[in-house]
């Protein structure tokens, strides 16, 4: 089955700077990526997500870029705020029917 | 639309009692995922209920199952609970449209405690 890596599990920065969450995934066929974050004693919520056919999607502040040769996709926030704080979940799906495998999680701290 | 509910949202058992989890998904969704989240471990997929069905399994032992109902609504079950369970339970629902059909709707979980 999928098996996702997701690098690292703890990320501190300063407010404004930027963070990079990398992760790894082993199924080929995994054809949809979506980033969720999850705020301390809240369900994780969908920020954003990318298909197979797609190199590179932004959003405001974040930005998602795929590598689908070297099987890893990341997520880039710029200008970070403390309100960005919150643990970071990566997944890979092959879509349909399939169940998406999370990687562990990033736990993002910014400081103010 | 109404988002994912869940009840209850905070339950203490002790060993060897059994749990029973309820989810209510988004309406019109037809399928029900659900998880285990515990500190470092991420979420732990346990199955996924769909029209009814189980349609998708996750590694966890015979103690943990579930149903769904006509109403798409679903239950999860531990029964002869282990410290080991205590967790956070998450259920999730996934969009019939097209274009999103894979984002999952999580609800906002169970916390679950055992003694």
């Known amino acids: 089955g999928e098996n996702v890596e997701q690098h690292p599990s703890t990320l501190s920065v300063q407010e404004g700077d930027s963070a990079v969450i990398k992760c790894t995934y082993s199924?080929?066929?995994?054809?949809?990526f979506p980033w969720y974050k999850q705020e301390l004693g809240k369900r994780p919520q969908l920020i954003i997500d990318?298909?197979?056919?797609?190199g590179e999607k932004k959003d405001q502040r974040i930005a998602v870029t795929l590598n689908k040769t070297a099987k890893h996709f990341s997520l880039h926030i710029t200008e970070t705020q403390p309100e960005d704080s919150a643990v970071y979940f990566c997944?890979?799906?092959?879509?349909?029917?399939?169940?998406?495998?999370f990687g562990r999680g990033t736990s993002l701290i910014v400081h103010p | 639309k109404a988002g994912v509910t869940q009840t209850p949202r905070y339950l203490i058992k002790t060993r060897g009692q059994q749990v029973t989890l309820s989810c209510s998904p988004i309406?019109?969704?037809?399928?029900v995922s659900w998880y285990q989240q515990t500190p470092g471990q991420g979420l732990q997929f346990l199955f996924e209920?769909?029209?009814?069905?189980?349609?998708n399994k996750g590694n966890f032992p015979g103690r943990f199952s579930g149903r769904q109902f006509s109403n798409s609504r679903s239950e999860m079950n531990v029964s002869t609970l282990e410290l080991g369970d205590s967790a956070l339970y998450l259920c999730?629902?996934?969009?019939?449209?097209?274009?999103?059909?894979?984002?999952?709707?999580f609800g906002p979980g169970t916390r679950l405690l055992v003694l």
């Open positions: 997944a890979a799906s092959k879509g349909g029917s399939y169940i998406p495998t």
């Open positions: 199924d080929s066929a995994s054809n949809y």
């Open positions: 990318i298909r197979s056919n797609v």
């Open positions: 309406s019109g969704h037809r399928s």
């Open positions: 209920y769909f029209s009814e069905t189980q349609r």
């Open positions: 999730a629902s996934i969009s019939t449209a097209t274009s999103r059909r894979e984002t999952q709707y």
